[in-house]
């Protein structure tokens, strides 16, 4: 059920501190067909409606490359999204679940994420298809979606294929 900032039953609110102890760049602006949240998708499709990724004008060479994939991840911030709830109740019947067990635009940092669909780059615009933000989103960043891109640096140590151990409890 879309939230428009409203609290739930069973659900419960802390004072955050103030937001403004981390850095982040807005690098550009999502245009979406989306201005309601009642509208937009929970999770972006992709099979869905065209999106363009406008990327800031000292931003646009780093898209260099970025065309040699099908697909992207899109990290954005989710802008008019409250950031104070530790338990949410997306059903809004009552039931309640830890914000970090969720993927709701509700979070204390309200990063987004999507998997897109590249159609093509053009002009500082990334035209794409899977988003699930509303019209006039900051973008964050754009990276190559994991399981395409292969590392481009030679291996070094801490690569290790087996992977690492557990850390010990203090
Ligand atoms: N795909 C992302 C993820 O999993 O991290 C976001 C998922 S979140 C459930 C998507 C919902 O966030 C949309 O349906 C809409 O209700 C809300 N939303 C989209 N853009 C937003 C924005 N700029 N500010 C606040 N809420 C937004």
């Known amino acids: 059920m879309v939230r428009l900032n409203e609290i739930r039953a069973g659900e419960v609110a802390v004072e955050p501190p103030s937001p403004t102890d981390a850095g982040l760049v ?19 499709r992709a ?16 898209l260099d490359g970025v065309a040699l994939y099908a697909r992207l991840e899109v990290l954005y911030w989710l802008d008019r999204s409250r950031r104070d709830l530790v338990r949410q109740s997306p059903a809004s019947d009552g ?6 067990s969720l993927r709701s635009p509700v979070r204390p ?48 140590a801490g690569d290790a294929e087996t992977g690492g151990g557990e850390i010990a409890d203090a």
């Open 26 to 44: 807005f690098i550009g602006r999502i245009r979406t067909p989306w201005t309601d949240r009642l509208a937009c998708p929970r999770q972006g």
């Open 47 to 62: 099979d869905g409606p065209a999106c363009r990724i406008e990327v800031f004008a000292p931003w646009r060479e780093a």
């Open 95 to 100: 039931t309640a679940r830890g914000t970090f």
């Open 109 to 156: 940092n309200p990063i987004g994420t999507s998997i897109v669909t590249l159609i093509r780059v053009e002009d500082g615009i990334v035209h794409v298809r899977g988003l699930d933000c509303l019209d006039g989103t900051p973008l964050l960043d754009i990276k190559p979606d994991r399981t395409l891109f292969t590392p481009l640096a030679p291996p070094q």
